[in-house]
């Protein structure tokens, strides 16, 4: 499992990155699978967002920001963590 460090300028680049990495994790061509995401609730208040590329053959590929520990984790397609990534704090990264 391989660790670092990740300074992002906004919600775009975050986005931009766990696709790019989702599809690189499992030899995908990037652009060519759509992805979706959704905001994740703890207490009434949001704490992260899930994402999930949606690959060939039904197979989906995931990765979940935690805003709390300005993480991303990112999960194969058994549901094993393939890698995380440590993310710098940014206010304009807060979810909506």
């Not at 670092?4 to 775009?12: R, Y």
């Not at 986005?15 to 030899?27: G, P, W």
């Not at 920001?65 to 710098?88: C, H, M, P, Q």
């Amino acid at each position: 499992m391989v660790s670092h460090a990740l300074e992002l300028k906004g919600l775009s680049d975050l986005r931009q990155y766990v696709y790019e990495m989702l599809s690189h994790h499992h030899d995908l061509v990037v652009g060519a699978f759509p992805m979706t995401e959704r905001i994740l609730v703890r207490g009434g208040k949001p704490c992260g967002m899930y994402f999930c590329l949606h690959g060939p053959r039904s197979v989906r590929l995931t990765a979940i920001w935690e805003t709390d520990r300005n993480s991303i984790l990112f999960y194969g397609v058994t549901g094993e963590r393939l890698s995380k990534t440590e993310v710098a704090p940014v206010a304009a990264l807060a979810p909506a």
